[in-house]
């Protein structure tokens, strides 16, 4: 490439590679490789200034991303996404400065359309024709969908407990999509299977470089619509971590460039109580987490036995102070109707697990009520139909009004 991305860095052993070959992972150690730039030349460029005519987009930070031809984007128009004060749920919570950065409204309904547009992109410039992935669930379908306007062959291998309609997006979008018994760590093996039979581009999570990449800008962006500065506490439910690793290496680069001061925030990793490898090793004081033997959690996206970064997660939560916490089944369903009723939030279960981590957190003190607190939502809940709350419907006969009392909770 002749932009500002200079080469590819192994995340364990620090060795380089060509950013305009195609490296999945590091060939000594296995370790993810991380996309490297030419900082200076991007603080030296008129970057700042250009933002402002440039379309509210996540390829507005083209200079710290790896690509450089506008017409060449594999893109389905992804928006900034909101960031949302939630000042409710905010006094329910016991916290002031209480926000939520919504990524529902990405195309495909999550935040993973971010890591898939970035991905594809580069996947098709590398010349890519078929790449095939594991996934929980929003993470395949946001590939295949990427993959069709690439006009790209997309394998997806799923756990059978995936929900129902993220399956059947996915077909939608013309993958061909499988499911397997188990977790998504035995759609990882069927994958990595496959790839290595067939030569096909493998897009797990952490196997390729730039999925990281597009979730980046996640926290660019949080950090535009602060005034470029960070918030106190960045609140966020993992599985794989790409999200929480992107926004850690995002914050890194907006600091090198001046463009925010030296202030780091707080990252929480949030899990849930039946899938907590990165909670467990971080309490345990380990470097690097034990494969969780029997996941266990309704929050599909979090479901992960194993993370393949998970050693650059815990780096990010100790360096940054921060911490992790699993939540319970209803702690989470109870955030999800919390949600709904004080704010009109839609949250997906994954969010709704952030929210509860919250509420943990802030029952045991770690966060004060003055933190400013940003919470993210990282998928619609439209597409957890089966898992939505709230009250049931209640049916009339004809002739009746409804009931002039509201219903006890």
Known sequence: MSGFATHLECSRCREDFPVDQVNQVCKSDGGPLLVRYDLRRVRDSSMRDALKERPETLWRYRELLPYEDPARTVTLGEPMTPLDDAPRLGRK?????????????????????RGAAIGVTRAADL???????????????AWAAYGARAGLRVV??????TPAVIVRETSAYGAETYLVPGSIADAGRAVRDACARYGWYEASTLREPYRIEGKKTMGFELAEQLGWRVPDVIVYPTGGGVGLIGMWKG?????????????????????????????????????????WPDPRTFAAGIRVPKA?????????LRESRGTAVAVSEDAIAG???????????????????????????????????????????????LKYGESLQGRTARHLSPGDVPSERKPDA
């Open 156 to 161: 997806v291998v799923m756990p059978d407990a």
């Open 335 to 381: 955030a999800m109707r919390m949600a709904g009723e004080a704010e009109g939030f839609l949250l997906c279960p994954e969010g709704a697990a952030a929210v509860a981590g919250v509420a943990k957190l802030r029952r045991d003190g770690w966060i004060a009520d003055d933190d400013e607190v940003v919470v993210f939502n990282t998928g619609t809940g």
């Open 251 to 291: 914050f890194d680069e907006l600091r090198a460039i001046g463009w925010i001061g030296p202030k780091v925030p707080r990252f929480v990793a949030v899990q849930a109580e039946g899938c907590a490898p990165i909670v467990k090793a971080f309490v345990d004081g380990r470097d690097e987490s034990e494969p």
């Open 127 to 141: 010349g890519i024709k078929v790449l095939a992935l594991p996934t929980a669930g929003n993470a395949g379908a």
């Open 308 to 316: 393949l970064g998970d050693f650059i997660v815990l780096r990010a």
């Open 93 to 113: 919570l016991g916290i002031r400065g209480f926000a939520i950065k919504d990524e529902g409204l990405l195309p495909t309904g999550t935040f993973k359309a």
